[in-house]
């Protein structure tokens, strides 16, 4: 059952990210609320609205196993200005995944309030207070990135930027909480408090350079199922020179971690994200893509334990996207992503086929350590190399309020399988309509 549930967050997560490059590290999931006309009228002071329906159908194969769902994501949102610099935001959402093999679950339908927050700016916008269901994103969204109930309080001036917050997981319905791990969080749902503070300037030009801390406290019920982790991170964004792009960001974990027969471990793990892309001045617009990521392992870890010394296995609570065909967690993992990107009738005078964007990614996955798992129990073998994988994503924007996607994963697996495993295939396609 734990499997099911998480194919149908998969297919989900798909579904919300269907429209981002997951080689850039721009994460703005509420662009519905920028405003698109500038100054005192009835769309910056009085009430907007709108929404968006995306319908898609999603098929795995993967453990001699095929798994084909239809999905549908209805969300609804509205935004009023309260007084000078400060708004109201509300948004609404309804989950529908519909099982097609017979008797393997039963239809799901989940309603929940998505964001609903106020956000205030004061001393002439140097001061943003932000309170409510909101998104909380850090860094490359690696360590965190969701939703989450709480405050934040960020301070800019022309030489630092500094940013407090809190925020808490378990108001979620348990089938819609982004932080579950463990077998509670799934039968209970996630209760998790995240707190953190982040420090950034970007007194050079085209430069963007920062330090994190994150405290996340678990308050599961049964503490040998508590995972307690404590991340610094450092990293980076910009540009190199014209048309090269690159982000990168390091962090250790701390914290403890628990066992039901060897009691507390103290956690001691890394991980690297990091990436450059470069845009080619060619026709068809071109864009070259290089990822690599990182997350240490454990040779003693098995279906998450630590069963000796240290618990060096890298765990982290925001999102990784390395493949449709593996979909990795970033952990006990090396991983070598290249690609390009295109717009492959972007010399047509048609600007309807013109607005069409074909990406190409290879990937190759290696472990940590060679004789502990992957995915919690995948690739067990005491072999490093995992595999290796290919993702091809279309996406076309007909108008400015529908588009279509479809996006097909391979992963192909190496010696660290056993020979005779299967190769795992993930295929998504739907459309997004918006008014």
């Known amino acids: 059952m734990k499997k099911v549930f998480f194919i149908l967050t998969f297919c989900l997560s798909c579904i919300g990210l269907y429209a981002q490059d997951a080689y850039y590290s721009d994460f703005n999931p509420d ?77 799901k339908n989940i309603f929940d309030l998505d964001v609903g927050y106020i956000e205030a700016k ?9 309170a409510g269901r909101k998104y909380f994103s850090v860094g490359t969204g690696l360590v965190l990135n969701s939703r989450g109930d709480g405050l934040e309080v960020s301070y800019n001036n022309a030489y630092l930027g500094a940013r407090v917050f809190v925020n808490y997981s378990g108001l979620f319905q348990k089938d819609d909480n982004p932080y579950r791990i463990s077998s509670a969080d799934y039968s209970d749902g996630a209760k998790r408090l995240f707190s953190g503070c982040v420090l950034s300037t970007d007194v050079l030009s085209n430069q963007t350079f920062y330090i994190y801390g994150i405290n996340q406290k678990d308050f599961a019920k049964e503490e040998t199922l508590r995972y307690d982790s404590l991340y610094w991170g450092i990293g980076g964004r910009g540009v190199i020179f014209p048309n090269l792009n690159y982000y990168g960001e390091f962090i250790y974990e701390m914290g403890e971690s628990y066992g039901d027969t060897i009691g507390k471990k103290n956690i001691s793990a890394m991980a690297v994200d990091a990436g450059l892309s470069l845009r080619l001045d060619y026709k068809t617009e071109p864009v070259l893509l290089l990822q690599y990521s990182y997350g240490s392992g454990d040779g003693d870890r098995v279906d998450n334990k630590n069963s000796a010394g240290n618990d060096t296995h890298f765990i982290a609570f925001g999102t990784f996207n390395g493949g449709l065909g593996l979909n990795p967690v970033l952990g006990n993992l090396h991983v070598i992503r290249g690609g390009v990107s295109l717009q492959p009738f972007d010399w047509s005078q048609q600007n309807l086929i013109r607005r069409m964007t074909l990406v190409v990614k290879y990937s190759y996955y290696m472990k940590d350590s060679a004789s502990s798992a992957i995915n919690g129990g995948d690739a067990d073998n005491n072999s490093r190399d995992v595999g290796q994988g290919i993702d091809a ?39 997004n309509l918006s008014f």
């Open 31 to 107: 662009g519905d609320m920028a405003a698109s006309v500038t100054g005192n009228t009835f769309y910056t002071r009085g009430i907007q609205y709108g929404g968006w329906l995306t319908p898609a159908l999603g098929i795995r194969d993967a453990d001699d196993t095929t798994t084909t769902i239809l999905a549908a994501v209805f969300r609804v949102w509205a935004k009023s200005y309260l007084w000078d610099n400060a708004f109201i935001y509300v948004r609404l959402k309804d989950s529908l995944t519909i099982p097609l093999q017979p008797d393997s679950m039963d239809n």
């Open 393 to 431: 994503v279309l996406r076309w924007k007909i108008f400015s309020d529908v588009s279509v996607f479809a996006t097909y994963g391979i992963f192909l697996p190496g010696s660290a399988y056993d020979n005779g495993e299967s190769c795992k295939q993930f295929l998504l396609c739907g459309a």
């Open 122 to 130: 004061f001393k002439d916008n140097a001061i943003k207070v932000g």
